[in-house]
């Protein structure tokens, strides 16, 4: 009797415990079902007749859901072994309704449901309303990998037809253009190498072009005296076994695009008279600022008629330099003619800041320019720069953060004068940071009230249009932004063309509910994690756990996301591999797309990050672990 009396009232205790689970789990779900219809109350005159979209819905419930901490809850339903809420996101109230449908069937005698499996229909519907998203916006999957990769083109993809064939055979499924690079006519020439390819493959490819936003960058720096560092290596005992190398080119006929690379990096005019004495073996003698007397050896002719030169001793060239000819097969010391080197400019100033050191930034008029300083060492004059945006500036306040170059300087505002804006530096590597031209600026708390497109987006988004298949929204911040360039899609008889919203700032996170609810139903939309500037917005840490987040909001609401900035970096600009970065490219499988920057070694990129999906892809969809056998 003792042991039937302790199993009973162990099964009345089991019986109590999952009365209260039942209890708690039908008290959320009327809260999920009348807090999400509250908030999509807020959007009924944006959807026809008021109706709102599954999708729409699921999200709100999701929102409604998460509102409540479930971390108690969610350990419970699994001490119980009963389903948990961790994977709600595709379909939330059949996830609930599974949960009380087992709950009730344990605890409700003669309880009856109605014979279909909430949850398995739920889960499959979710996913298949995100899958359809997918497909639509991005094409079929390549192969055996059921996900996109979008690949950034370069400007050699204007006529390097054969690197667009290689990518389309190693699995881009979606070509990006930055509409902030290149021109029209270049943009039109990569439009038509992806066409063609595709054409000739039978491969799908979407073309997504991303409007530049506004360019809120640092501004032109003042040049240094035009004199050119000849750079040489040498080996331990001071021998040149790398000499320093640059170009020769006739003034008289059309400069050739500069060449960067580690062996060539600059060019200098000649005369032509001058220039058509030299040739292989030519020696030319010259005297350095310093007063060096130094030779530039011709080494070979360039199939553009340039000469390639070098020189064994370090020298510094300065713009005008006279050259002295000599022509070593001749044997002897007599010069056969002189010249001068053509004029260039000096390089750029370096402004080298460290922590605690003041930096103006004024009107993009102004040439940035180092701090000065008198005899002692005291500072006369701060370091200053110009923003590309002037009006950016007078919007700033005492005490507002600013992060420069991708977040490798860190500052905030000081001081606010006729001037500019008075910046202390708060971060800055050991080494100081050197700010250069043309660097992005982020003022992560300040509300700059930009309009959401500049004149020149507007201009562009007349190509867009008519050319692209996706159009990507930079810096969208709000619903009434998103707006806005549904009107201007409208204007230009664009109304299906998808927008791919680009969250990069604190304001957009913030706004990410309104702008996928605002919007979802009435345009194909696109979700873009900018990684990048997200990072220099929120911090590293932070971005960590909102990347994660983005992705569950954007699966309740069945919308594509792209999973963007420096995945597999290494690979595509150095071609090394960096163990960090693929285990980011495997956690960015979860994501409907991926995004790869161009770089030299972008195929090389490719193929790695589609090896790395489609294996991952066998363990895991989403948070949902699939739990392939393992073969140990």
């Keep these: 009797m003792t042991n039937t009396a302790s199993v009973l009232a162990s099964d009345d205790s089991y019986q109590l415990i999952l009365k209260q689970l039942l209890n708690e789990m039908c008290s959320i779900r009327k809260s999920v079902v009348e807090n999400a219809a509250y908030r999509l109350a807020k959007y009924s005159t944006l959807y026809r007749s008021g109706v709102f979209t599954k999708s729409a819905i699921n999200l709100a419930q999701y929102l409604a859901l998460r509102q409540f901490d479930l971390r108690h809850l969610q350990l419970r339903l699994a001490q119980l072994g009963l389903s948990s809420l961790g994977r709600a996101e595709a379909s939330v109230l059949s996830t609930l309704d599974a949960v009380i449908d087992i709950l009730r069937r344990a605890t409700e005698p003669g309880y009856v449901s109605d014979g279909k499996n909430p949850s ?39 006529w390097d037809y054969q690197l667009i064939c290689e990518l389309l055979q190693k699995g881009m499924t979606c070509a990006r253009i930055n509409c902030a690079h290149d021109q029209t006519s270049i943009w039109q020439a990569m439009i038509r190498n992806v066409r063609r390819a595709e054409a000739e493959s039978g491969r799908r490819c979407r073309i997504l072009m991303d409007l530049a936003g506004h360019k809120i960058r640092t501004g032109a720096i003042q040049l240094g005296p035009a004199i050119h560092h000849i750079k040489i290596k040498c080996n331990a005992y001071g021998k040149c076994i790398k000499p320093g190398r ?22 200098i005019g000649l005369s032509d008279d001058f220039f058509r004495q030299l040739t292989v073996g030519s020696e030319l003698a010259f005297t350095d600022v310093r007063g060096k007397a130094r030779k530039l050896i011709v080494e070979t002719i360039l199939a553009d008629g340039e000469l390639q030169v070098c020189c064994e001793q370090s020298s510094y060239l300065e713009s005008g330099t006279e050259l002295t000819l000599f022509n070593p097969a001749e044997d002897s010391e007599q010069s056969v003619g002189t010249g001068r080197l053509g004029s260039f400019s000096g390089q750029a100033q370096t402004i080298l800041l460290f922590k605690d050191d003041l930096l103006l930034l004024t009107e993009h008029s102004i040439e940035g320019a180092p701090a000065e300083y008198d005899k002692e060492g005291a500072i006369i004059k701060p370091a200053y720069i110009g923003c590309t945006l002037n009006e950016v500036v007078s919007r700033l306040t005492v005490g507002d953060p600013v992060w420069i170059d991708d977040g490798k300087l860190g500052a905030e505002v000081t001081a606010i004068n006729e001037d500019g ?14 700010i250069m031209s043309d ?30 298949d996706l159009v990507g929204f930079s810096f969208v911040e709000s619903q009434a932004d998103m707006e806005y360039l549904i009107e201007e899609l409208a204007k230009r008889s664009a109304t299906d063309l998808p927008i791919i919203a680009k969250i990069e700032t604190n304001r957009a996170v913030k706004n990410m509910p309104e702008i996928i609810l605002g919007t979802i139903g009435r345009h194909s939309l696109g979700i873009m994690i900018a990684r990048g500037d997200l990072a220099v917005e929120l911090g590293s840490a932070r971005l960590a756990e909102i990347q994660e987040e983005l992705l569950w909001l954007c699966e309740a609401a069945h919308v594509p996301v792209i999973w963007a900035t420096q995945v597999l970096e290494s690979i595509a600009k150095k071609g090394t591999k960096s163990r960090p970065e693929f285990t980011d490219a495997a956690m960015a499988v979860r994501a409907e797309c991926v995004m790869l920057n161009k770089g030299p070694y972008v195929v090389d990129a490719l193929s790695a990050l589609v090896n790395v999906m489609i294996r991952m892809q066998e363990h895991q969809h989403k948070k949902f672990p699939r739990l392939r056998a393992l073969h140990w």
């Design 120 to 158: 398995e229909y739920g889960f499959s519907r979710g996913q298949q309303l995100l899958d359809q998203h997918t497909i639509e916006l991005f094409g079929p999957y390549f192969e055996k990998s059921k996900a996109h990769v979008m690949v950034t083109l370069g400007t050699e993809a204007a």
């Design 246 to 267: 640059l170009i020769l080119y006739n003034t008289a006929l059309p400069a050739k695009p500069a060449v960067d690379t580690e062996t060539v990096e600059f060019k």
């Design 421 to 434: 804006a008075l910046l202390r530096v708060t971060r800055a590597g050991t080494r100081g940071v050197k």
């Design 439 to 468: 660097k992005g600026i982020n003022f992560p708390a300040t509300n700059l009230a930009l309009p959401p497109l500049s004149e020149k987006d507007l201009e562009d988004l007349d190509f867009v249009c008519e050319h692209a």
